[in-house]
């Protein structure tokens, strides 16, 4: 499987972005997909999940009402979008698709967000 992030960029403070990810490959084996961040020298955390049938969603407590997840299983894609921006979502914004026995990456994309 493998993923490859778009959307990531610079934007002001109190603004939107739009993430997305698509999935290529064994697609088949995909579960639960998500998004996760990461700033230097800090653990990667997570940002919001979604089950594969997008029935169910998983927000960290710091996007919760600003970010929503979703995905489109025809297009294979998981989307985040990112509205209230703070400068303190600064950071490489990582995609994540979960199978039964691997947890695949995509490379990273980054989002500045100035204040």
């Known amino acids: 499987v493998q993923l490859v992030e778009s959307g990531g960029g610079l934007v002001q403070a109190g603004g939107s972005l739009r993430l997305s990810c698509a999935a290529s490959g064994n697609t088949f084996k995909i579960n639960a997909m998500g998004w996760y961040r990461q700033a230097p020298g800090k653990q990667r955390e997570l940002v919001a999940a979604?089950?594969?049938?997008?029935?169910?969603?998983n927000y960290a407590d710091s996007v919760k009402g600003r970010f929503t997840i979703s995905r489109d299983n025809a297009k294979n894609t998981v989307y985040l979008q990112m509205d209230s921006l703070k400068h303190e979502d600064t950071d490489v914004y990582y995609c994540s698709a979960e199978s039964e026995i691997f947890h695949y990456w995509g490379q990273g994309t980054q989002v500045t967000v100035s204040s």
């Open positions: 979604i089950t594969s049938g997008g029935g169910s969603t």
